[in-house]
């Protein structure tokens, strides 16, 4: 199951904010999907229920 981790105001924070969470082992659905619309619109970015403490500490060390 996913859960809606956190909103971004545009395509190109979220397509950031996935290559990162990518790098630590966080997958991530962006929705609505970075090819469906502009890059301008505003994402949510969802993770698996079982990594968000994981997703949560990848932003604090941010």
């Known amino acids: 199951m996913w859960v809606k981790f956190m909103d971004v105001p545009d ?3 979220a397509s950031i904010w996935r290559e990162l ?4 082992a966080v997958s991530v659905r962006v929705v609505p ?5 502009s890059m301008r619109d505003a994402r949510a970015l969802w993770v698996p229920d079982g990594k968000t403490h994981v997703a949560r500490e990848v932003l604090n060390k941010v």
Do not use: D, K, T
Not at 21 to 24: K, V
């Open 11 to 13: 395509g190109y924070a």
């Open 33 to 37: 999907p970075l090819e469906v619309g």
């Open 21 to 24: 969470f990518s790098q630590e």
